[in-house]
């Protein structure tokens, strides 16, 4: 008879070390295993071991289960040669030791699972006469004292465990893997656009070096795509604020204008010249735009800034975007990725929006411009407003850098796995063929955040932290307001810098418009009906 396998050949030095470590590990087994438990031992010391065996009893079950089929068989061949090897080099006296231990640890395990009060089981489901009341309370005692003395760390991925688990019931699997999937898919859309438009901002400050033009700062990544929670994959933006310093010998005035049809607060950029001549003396060579006259430096071959990025006094949004279209087409064949991708330039509005692809990706990018409110976490961009016509100098207040910072905030401090950033998504996602904002439930769900405690946003709350959102919606609907979150917002986060005038200033109604127009807001209340029914399918079948 030869042993099953190939097994390769075993030194008499291997099998006689082997049989040792068996022998070892086997006399250590019977020396560690639990002793009976005497009735002299308190209920607490008998609940904990109890709990401690079952404890380790599932872990066992988990790890043997997690245990894969190849090395099984490769443990069970290497024992198996061993032992066929000591049969033939004439070590029966290892067989003999190891066969002799196996049956005394099998007669001493038989004869302890026939003692009564064994079987916790059995022990716990009797009910003695008079006895059994008594047994319930002290076993519940015993058990409360036990989870008392537990480590707290055990009892944090305890929690975590079984939230895990529960996440089950709230979120269908189908749903939840998209949602981590499209996670990782933003991460990944994320990053190489940011190195991308990084790319393209360092080619400009070399590009731009000794000339009178806005000097493109670094830009930062803002929206729903670097906030976690893009709606839909079809329709991702990567979109970049890149703030504007001015050129030397000028500065950025901000003047805050009122038009009745734009809603929010809106600013004109006004150019201001600055003298650049040295304190002691002004030198003829240094080209002031103050102390020289408009004529004297028109002279100079280069074009000026104010002739081209501006209307009169105040910087041109719509200028400002063409310039910046021309400088991304002039300078993409320079950048190292222009070898693997391709660029394709959408028409610029307001913004310099273009297309990179690659064997079947494609990623679409917006940059915005924006000029910074003091050292605030506030800017004034180039961003699209609702209105019909929007005057090329005007450029609206955007919170977008505050609010992702707030969201950021939030993730940091929430609880693991927190559901605000799958509640966010779920509700823009649903929202496909319904006159509701993704930038309406946005804000909805910060208005949430600010209000309900973090602890509440664990993810087997995550159905009823959307039940909420829908509340918030519908009551905002009925009041025909819905104030806008940061504007006004006494309570924003102190880590988060804010201009003193935004704080305090009356908070945009987000619903001015249902306010003033009756026919569209019988229509917001129907489709908020439908939202929550979308909401509700979704859930139910997990697509």
């Known amino acids: 008879m030869a042993p099953a396998g190939n097994a390769a050949p075993v030194e008499p030095g291997q099998v006689a070390m082997a049989a040792k470590v068996f022998l070892f590990v086997l006399l250590q087994t019977l020396i560690q295993y639990p002793q009976m438990v005497g ?15 079952k404890l380790l009893n599932r872990e066992m079950t988990r790890l043997l289960q997690e245990l894969e089929q190849s090395s ?21 006296w290892a067989l003999a030791g190891v066969l002799g231990l196996l049956l005394w640890l099998w007669f001493i395990r038989s004869r302890r699972s026939r003692q009564p009060g064994n079987n916790g089981e059995e022990e716990e489901e009797g009910d003695g006469d008079g006895g059994g009341n008594e047994g319930e309370e002290n076993s519940d005692v015993s058990v409360q004292a036990v989870y008392n003395d537990d480590d707290a760390s055990e009892g944090e991925d305890h929690d975590l465990a079984n939230e895990v688990e529960e996440e089950e019931d709230v979120i269908a699997h189908s749903l939840r893997r998209h949602l981590e999937e499209y996670r990782v898919q933003l991460m990944k859309g994320c990053a190489i656009t940011k190195v991308l438009v990084d790319s393209f901002t360092m080619f400009f400050a070399d590009l731009l070096s000794g000339f009178s033009y806005p000097v493109p700062q670094r830009a930062i990544g803002v929206g729903s795509a670097f906030e976690g929670w893009s709606p839909r994959e079809e329709d991702v933006v990567y979109c970049f604020l890149v703030p504007l310093s001015p050129p030397l010998g000028y500065t950025f005035h901000l003047e805050m204008v009122t038009l009745g049809h734009l809603p929010g607060r809106n600013f004109c950029v006004r150019v201001e010249p600055v003298c650049t001549c040295p304190r002691e003396q002004q030198d003829e060579n240094v080209l002031c735009s103050v102390h020289h006259p408009e004529e ?25 975007a063409r310039w910046f279209y021309q400088l991304v087409r002039a300078s993409w064949p320079a950048l190292p990725q222009s070898h693997s991708w391709q660029l394709v330039l959408l028409p610029p509005s307001r913004c310099c929006k273009f297309k990179v692809t690659r064997d079947g990706e494609s990623l679409t990018v917006e940059l915005l ?21 929007t005057p090329s100098t005007m450029w609206p207040e955007t919170y977008a850098v505050a609010e992702m910072e707030f969201l950021k905030l939030i993730t940091e401090q929430a609880p693991p796995h927190s559901c605000h950033l799958k509640c966010l998504h779920v509700l823009a996602r649903a929202l496909l063929g319904i006159g509701f904002s993704t930038y309406t439930m946005k804000t909805i769900v910060m208005h949430l955040l600010n209000t309900v405690p973090l602890s509440g946003w664990r993810m087997t709350l995550f159905r009823r932290r959307l039940e909420d959102a829908m509340q918030y919606l519908h009551s905002s609907l009925k009041e025909k307001r819905l104030d806008h979150f940061v504007v006004g917002n006494r309570t924003f986060p102190q880590e988060i810098l804010l201009p003193p005038d935004v704080k305090t200033a009356q908070p945009p109604n987000l619903f001015h418009r249902l306010a003033m127009d009756p026919a569209a807001h019988a229509q917001a209340m129907d489709e908020c009906d439908e939202l929550r029914h979308r909401l509700s399918t979704m859930l139910r079948d997990g697509r």
């Open 39 to 53: 009735d002299g031992l308190d209920e607490v010391t008998r609940a904990r071991m109890e709990l401690r065996a």
């Open 72 to 92: 099984l068989e490769r443990s069970v061949r290497a024992w198996g040669a061993l032992l066929w090897a000591a049969l033939q080099q004439g070590q029966f």
């Open 296 to 320: 004297e430096q028109r002279r100079n071959e280069e074009p000026t800034f104010l002739n081209t990025l501006c209307t009169g006094s105040y910087l041109d949004v719509d200028k400002t």
């Open 369 to 389: 411009f924006g000029v910074q409110e003091g050292n605030s976490d506030i800017y004034v961009s180039s961003q699209p407003t609702q209105a019909l016509f």
